[in-house]
Protein backbone atom coordinates (compact mmCIF):
# COMPACT_ATOMS: atom_id res chain seq x y z
CA UNK A 1 0.00 0.00 0.00
CA UNK A 2 0.99 3.53 -1.09
CA UNK A 3 -0.35 6.98 0.42
CA UNK A 4 0.11 9.98 -1.66
CA UNK A 5 -0.42 13.40 -0.24
CA UNK A 6 -0.39 16.73 -2.59
CA UNK A 7 0.83 19.78 -1.61
CA UNK A 8 1.47 23.38 -3.57
CA UNK A 9 -2.11 24.05 -4.44
CA UNK A 10 -3.87 27.32 -4.28
CA UNK A 11 -4.55 30.41 -5.99
CA UNK A 12 -2.85 32.43 -8.43
CA UNK A 13 -3.78 34.93 -11.52
CA UNK A 14 -3.14 34.35 -15.07
CA UNK A 15 0.82 33.95 -16.29
CA UNK A 16 1.99 32.81 -12.96
CA UNK A 17 3.39 29.78 -11.39
CA UNK A 18 3.01 26.89 -8.86
CA UNK A 19 5.37 23.66 -8.11
CA UNK A 20 2.69 21.04 -7.03
CA UNK A 21 4.42 18.22 -5.52
CA UNK A 22 3.49 14.40 -4.41
CA UNK A 23 5.25 13.25 -1.49
CA UNK A 24 4.67 9.00 -1.14
CA UNK A 25 4.80 6.83 2.02
CA UNK A 26 6.71 4.21 0.40
CA UNK A 27 9.20 3.57 -2.28
CA UNK A 28 8.32 4.49 -5.86
CA UNK A 29 11.21 3.55 -7.31
CA UNK A 30 8.70 1.12 -9.88
CA UNK A 31 6.06 3.00 -10.14
CA UNK A 32 5.08 5.45 -13.14
CA UNK A 33 3.83 8.55 -11.62
CA UNK A 34 1.42 11.08 -12.94
CA UNK A 35 -0.35 13.91 -12.43
CA UNK A 36 -4.51 14.24 -13.92
CA UNK A 37 -6.57 17.22 -12.98
CA UNK A 38 -10.47 17.57 -12.65
CA UNK A 39 -12.47 20.49 -13.03
CA UNK A 40 -15.75 20.90 -12.31
CA UNK A 41 -18.63 19.21 -14.36
CA UNK A 42 -15.82 17.55 -16.32
CA UNK A 43 -13.93 14.41 -16.24
CA UNK A 44 -10.58 13.38 -14.84
CA UNK A 45 -8.02 14.23 -17.04
CA UNK A 46 -4.62 12.97 -17.49
CA UNK A 47 -1.72 16.27 -17.78
CA UNK A 48 1.73 14.23 -17.46
CA UNK A 49 3.13 11.36 -16.68
CA UNK A 50 6.79 9.95 -15.88
CA UNK A 51 7.61 6.79 -16.04
CA UNK A 52 10.17 4.89 -13.76
CA UNK A 53 12.87 5.17 -16.37
CA UNK A 54 11.80 8.67 -16.33
CA UNK A 55 10.68 9.32 -19.86
CA UNK A 56 7.78 12.07 -19.57
CA UNK A 57 4.23 12.22 -21.61
CA UNK A 58 2.09 15.78 -21.70
CA UNK A 59 -1.47 16.53 -22.54
CA UNK A 60 -1.24 18.68 -25.42
CA UNK A 61 -2.76 21.85 -23.54
CA UNK A 62 0.80 21.73 -21.31
CA UNK A 63 2.68 21.26 -23.11
CA UNK A 64 5.70 23.68 -23.16
CA UNK A 65 3.92 25.21 -20.09
CA UNK A 66 4.14 22.03 -17.36
CA UNK A 67 7.20 20.21 -16.51
CA UNK A 68 6.89 16.74 -14.55
CA UNK A 69 10.17 15.32 -11.98
CA UNK A 70 10.77 13.00 -9.64
CA UNK A 71 13.29 12.31 -6.84
CA UNK A 72 13.31 9.00 -6.30
CA UNK A 73 15.31 8.78 -3.44
CA UNK A 74 12.96 11.11 -1.67
CA UNK A 75 9.66 9.16 -2.94
CA UNK A 76 8.58 12.56 -4.21
CA UNK A 77 7.36 14.15 -7.84
CA UNK A 78 7.09 17.42 -8.82
CA UNK A 79 4.82 19.24 -11.21
CA UNK A 80 5.87 22.22 -12.13
CA UNK A 81 3.34 24.71 -13.80
CA UNK A 82 4.35 27.56 -15.64
CA UNK A 83 2.47 30.48 -17.06
CA UNK A 84 -0.70 29.27 -15.67
CA UNK A 85 -4.53 29.61 -17.32
CA UNK A 86 -7.71 30.13 -15.86
CA UNK A 87 -8.36 26.62 -18.08
CA UNK A 88 -6.07 25.18 -15.69
CA UNK A 89 -8.07 25.68 -12.49
CA UNK A 90 -8.61 22.01 -11.37
CA UNK A 91 -8.52 19.84 -8.40
CA UNK A 92 -4.79 18.07 -9.57
CA UNK A 93 -4.45 14.43 -8.51
CA UNK A 94 -0.83 12.66 -7.73
CA UNK A 95 -1.35 8.58 -9.12
CA UNK A 96 1.30 6.12 -8.82
CA UNK A 97 0.75 3.51 -11.22
CA UNK A 98 2.18 -0.20 -11.32
CA UNK A 99 -0.15 -3.00 -12.35
CA UNK A 100 -3.93 -3.07 -12.42
CA UNK A 101 -3.85 -4.00 -8.81
CA UNK A 102 -1.71 -1.65 -8.01
CA UNK A 103 -2.25 2.10 -8.41
CA UNK A 104 -3.13 4.08 -5.95
CA UNK A 105 -4.72 8.29 -5.97
CA UNK A 106 -3.63 11.12 -3.77
CA UNK A 107 -6.72 13.42 -2.02
CA UNK A 108 -6.03 15.97 -4.13
CA UNK A 109 -5.03 19.74 -3.95
CA UNK A 110 -6.73 22.70 -5.74
CA UNK A 111 -5.33 25.08 -8.01
CA UNK A 112 -7.54 27.86 -8.92
CA UNK A 113 -5.75 30.71 -11.44
CA UNK A 114 -7.67 33.87 -11.24
CA UNK A 115 -7.58 37.55 -11.16
Known amino acids: QVQLVESGGGLVQPGGSLRLSCAAS???????MGWYRQAPGKERELVAT???????LYADSVKGRFTISRDTPKNTVYLQMNSLKPEDTAVYYCNAYYSALRKYWGQGTQVTVSS
Open 26 to 32: GSIFSFN
Open 50 to 56: ISSGSST
